[in-house]
């Protein structure tokens, strides 16, 4: 099935530093939402963008929703141990009662102290 | 309630055995989906219900059967698996958008199958 672009596929960060991450796409999606899943358990819902050029936060996570509806992006601030774990984009292209999720390939973040 | 719960949690079968995963949501969703997660990979989409009712099948193999009793609870039977069919499967409820609302697509913390 079609797939996200998503970069980077990991990263090696410092316990303090700010992460950015972003998903493309060759279609247009009408809402982007961005996951973030831990080992052995489902993805959780961080940030769900539902308009072009939004700019949405969730604490020290930020998110954006391109002004082409082809692309988002996800940045992370001051990072800690608990950000670690598979960051997943997700597009949707209506918000109707029954939407197919196009997920992203996912970005891997660790962190260290 | 905003949680969607799944059961069990780990499940080992043979490839001659019939189970069931079962998924539950009180949050009055009426989508619920179930995906595929193999290792490494974002999830994949295999089937979804909407108001109760089968609206896409992504040709998924015939040895897995949704069902969808009500608006609340969704299963997947299994049967005759192969061992490539181990992975984690997750289950997902989703409402229709609400302008100034929270949307809500949400998973469950999937049941991690191993088909031996």
């Known amino acids: 099935g079609q797939q996200l672009n998503q970069s980077p596929q990991s990263m090696f960060i410092q316990e303090g530093e700010d992460v950015s991450m972003n998903c493309t796409s060759s279609?247009?999606?009408?809402?982007w939402l961005w996951y973030k899943q831990d080992p052995g358990e489902g993805p959780v819902l961080l940030i769900a963008?539902?308009?072009?050029?939004e700019l949405t936060s969730n604490g020290r996570l930020t998110a954006q929703f391109g002004i082409t509806r082809k692309d988002s992006f996800l940045n992370i601030s001051a990072s800690i141990p608990s950000d670690v774990g598979i960051y997943f984009c997700?597009?949707?292209?209506?918000?109707?009662?029954?939407?197919?999720?196009?997920f992203g390939t996912g970005t891997r973040l660790q962190v260290t102290l | 309630d905003t949680e969607v719960t799944q059961t069990p949690k780990h499940l080992v079968m043979g490839m001659t055995n019939k189970k069931s995963l079962k998924c539950e949501q009180h949050?009055?969703?009426?989508?619920m989906y179930w995906y595929k997660q193999k290792a490494k990979k974002p999830p994949e989409l295999m089937f979804v219900?909407?108001?109760?009712?089968?609206?896409i099948n992504e040709s998924v193999p015939s040895r897995f059967s949704p069902e969808c009793p009500n608006s609340s609870l969704l299963n997947l039977h299994l049967h005759a698996l192969q061992p490539e069919d181990s992975a984690l499967y997750l289950c997902?409820?989703?409402?229709?958008?609400?302008?100034?609302?929270?949307?809500?697509?949400?998973f469950g913390s999937g049941t991690r199958l191993t088909v031996v």
């Open positions: 997902a409820s989703s409402q229709q958008f609400v302008p100034g609302a929270l949307y809500g697509y949400t």
């Open positions: 279609s247009i999606f009408n809402t």
């Open positions: 963008l539902y308009k072009a050029g």
């Open positions: 997700a597009g949707l292209p209506n918000t109707g009662t029954a939407s197919k999720l196009t």
């Open positions: 949050m009055g969703h009426r989508a």
């Open positions: 219900y909407s108001y109760e009712k089968l609206s």
